[in-house]
């Protein structure tokens, strides 16, 4: 009888990341059918802890975030929750291996958020870790499905992959993340002050991630390379959109990529694929 509860779970998950990414959404769609319920359950899971600490203003959001990470191991021993989104990632985490190191990562970097922090290099790159890079890992257990020889040989791909989307989510969302939420990540960067030198250094350090991130993307399993390559057209469009925008446009608007755009970028990576290009 609980098969129906699981499955459950897993359509709240799948509901969540369709409402939440379009984007991500379309890159899982072609993951293999039998990875895509994990994938599902850990983008639900991520977003359920940032939706906590970005959305839920004026509620007790550090109990909150602190109930969560609670509630997560308990479910993962347990191999059950109540919560559905819980329910549906435990079931990811330990069917997979998923390294717990790599969830108290991301929830430490969901903690960072609740404070006004003042981004150097160092507390930079560790956020960085924590809500993208160990992210990125998390999906890469599933993709390689236990041979932990593969996972360690694209561990740093991975990494440089979720590192560039995160930083290209940074510049697409600078208005919001400054004027809502009091936030800049970009280490030593004065919000006031954000022109096309700084708006360039980022974009060449972006560019560094990209280009790795991309020989990991070849060396995927067949079962996952075409999905995450689509997720990294995306992005990587997106990030050339922005790259041919002036500072201020940056600052002042959200930059988007529209759904028939999305829709040609994904026509798009099926013939590549299919030519094998990738």
């Not at 939440?20 to 983008?43: H, K, V």
């Not at 990811?92 to 390294?99: C, R």
Request: net charge neutral; hydrophobic share 40%.
């Amino acid at each position: 009888m609980k098969n129906l509860f699981d499955n459950l779970s897993v359509e709240i998950s799948k509901m969540t990341t369709r409402t939440y990414s379009t984007s991500f959404s379309m890159g899982i769609y072609f993951i293999d059918a039998r990875l895509r319920n994990e994938i599902y359950s850990i983008y639900g899971f991520v977003r359920l802890a940032d939706e906590i600490v970005d959305s839920f203003d004026g509620f007790e959001q550090r109990h909150l975030l602190s109930k969560l990470k609670n509630d997560t191991y308990e479910a993962i021993q347990s191999k059950i929750s109540i919560n559905p989104i819980l329910n549906s990632f435990q079931h990811a985490v330990n069917k997979h291996s998923i390294d717990l190191e790599l969830i108290e990562t991301f929830l430490r970097s969901m903690e960072m958020d609740l404070e006004k922090v003042s981004y150097n290099t160092e507390n930079y790159n560790q956020y960085i870790l924590g809500s993208a890079e160990v992210v990125g890992l998390m999906c890469l257990h599933v993709f390689t499905e236990g041979d932990r020889e593969k996972f360690d040989h694209l561990k740093p791909y991975a990494m440089k992959l979720g590192a560039a989307f995160q930083k290209v989510n940074f510049l697409r969302d600078m208005k919001d993340d400054y004027q809502i939420l009091g936030r800049c990540y970009f280490p030593d960067v004065n919000i006031q002050e954000f022109n096309h030198l700084s708006k360039e250094q980022i974009e060449s350090e972006i560019e560094e991630d990209f280009a790795l991130a991309l020989e990991g993307i070849r060396m995927l399993p067949l079962s996952s390379k075409r999905g995450v390559y689509l997720a990294y057209i995306y992005y990587r469009t997106l990030f050339n959109k922005i790259k041919s925008l002036p500072a201020h446009r940056v600052l002042n608007e959200r930059i988007r990529i529209n759904n028939g755009r999305k829709l040609g970028l994904m026509i798009n990576c099926l013939v590549q694929n299919k030519m094998k290009w990738v």
